[in-house]
């Protein structure tokens, strides 16, 4: 998922609930990269944060 989807998902996470973040193929073309708005920024907006584990 990504994107509007992402952005409209995320806030309906119960606690603790578990996603895969995939990366954001979307924004790959972008000419400002710096600017990109990433899963981690849209996750990381969230009232309650996020715990980041990568296996």
Same mark, same amino acid.
């Not at 895969?20 to 009232?47: A, Q, R, W």
């Given at each position: *998922? ?11 996470? =119960?606690?603790?609930? /578990?996603? &895969? ?7 790959? =073309?972008? #000419?400002? *990269?710096? =600017? ?10 969230? #009232?309650?944060? &996020? #715990?980041? /584990?990568?296996?």
């Amino acid at each position: *998922m990504g994107g509007q989807v992402s952005k409209a998902v995320a806030p309906l996470l =119960n606690p603790k609930s /578990r996603v &895969p973040i995939c990366g954001f193929i979307s924004k790959y =073309n972008e #000419e400002d *990269m710096l =600017n990109v708005e990433t899963p981690f920024h849209v996750f990381g907006s969230l #009232e309650i944060k &996020p #715990e980041h /584990r990568f296996l």
